[in-house]
């Protein structure tokens, strides 16, 4: 079979777009990135791909809130397309900001199969203050497509609104359908409960990231493409040397590029 196609989409001030080319590149897909006037103008279509990627970064500045503006544009000239494209059992993935913008059209968590309406929000942290370190997560479904074979990930966090806040009533259902994917936790894979800096922003029940129920559709806070390469981790040196005198292989591949990868075995 041939090679997946992924659509990231770039624009209005997303900055993760070439990282995230590269990731699916990386990982076996054809990956190209496209302004979202291109789509909007009908230069490109969305159904000739396989996987689209909301990339992180800051879309319109948050001038109005994270990801906000962008989901209002996409929804309004891009709605049936994506519509179709949910329909077509394909795969969708959004991080940092790209997860702002599917929280905020109603890509996610889409209960009850509404895929239109916001039920939940990610809002600034905790802290106070924009939050750049790595963090610890246990993933707690195997419901998602992308974390298949994953059981705990390191992976650096890069935003101002990442706190997950949610009704009690939806945190229930998301438990209850196995939707939330990702926890933060501690080094030892221990719940975060809430505690500083392993939840860097506050996030309710320590949500990371959430799948709709199929599992196709992805939305996660910390960063996959930021670990791609062993070196990518902020103690590769230490490990390296820690590894090499334990007599244990050197790791070359980061543990965000199993995200990218799981994606594409998808389509085999």
């Known amino acids: ?16 777009d070439y990282e995230t080319e590269f990731a699916f590149n990386q990982a ?9 006037n291109n789509l909007i103008e009908g230069q490109k279509k969305l159904g000739e791909y396989q ?22 544009k996409t929804k ?47 809002s600034f942290n905790d802290s106070g203050r924009f939050e750049d370190r790595w963090v610890n997560m246990k993933r707690m479904s195997d419901k998602c497509v992308f974390t ?3 059981e705990r990930i390191y992976l650096p966090v890069a935003h101002g609104e990442g706190k997950f806040f949610a009704s009690e009533d939806t945190l229930k259902t998301l438990h209850d359908n196995q939707q939330v ?15 500083f800096p392993f939840n860097p922003n506050g996030s309710l029940k320590d949500i990371a990231g959430i799948c709709d129920a199929s ?12 670990f791609l390469h062993f070196t990518n981790h ?10 090499k005198r334990a007599g244990k292989p050197i790791p070359t591949i980061g543990e965000g590029m199993k995200i990218f990868q799981n994606a594409v075995e998808y389509y085999e």
């Open 1 to 16: 079979m041939s090679k997946p196609k992924a659509l990231v989409l770039t624009g209005y001030g997303i900055n993760c």
């Open 28 to 36: 076996g897909a054809r990956a190209e990135r496209v302004h979202i």
């Open 51 to 72: 996987i689209l990627a909301f990339p992180g970064g800051f879309s319109y500045g948050d001038d109005i809130a994270g990801g906000k503006v962008l989901a209002v």
């Open 76 to 122: 309004t000239n891009l709605g049936d397309e994506l519509r179709r494209f949910i329909e077509e059992d394909k795969l969708i993935i959004g991080v940092c900001n790209g997860f702002q913008v599917m929280v905020k059209y109603g890509l996610l968590p889409a209960l009850n199969n509404n895929y239109q309406i916001q039920t939940n929000t990610l």
């Open 148 to 150: 298949r074979g994953l």
């Open 181 to 195: 994917v990702f926890k933060y936790s501690d080094e030892e894979g221990r719940p975060a409960e809430g505690r």
């Open 215 to 226: 599992g196709r559709i992805f939305g996660i806070m910390p960063h996959p493409e930021r």
């Open 234 to 243: 902020p103690r590769w040196p230490y490990l390296k040397e820690r590894l």
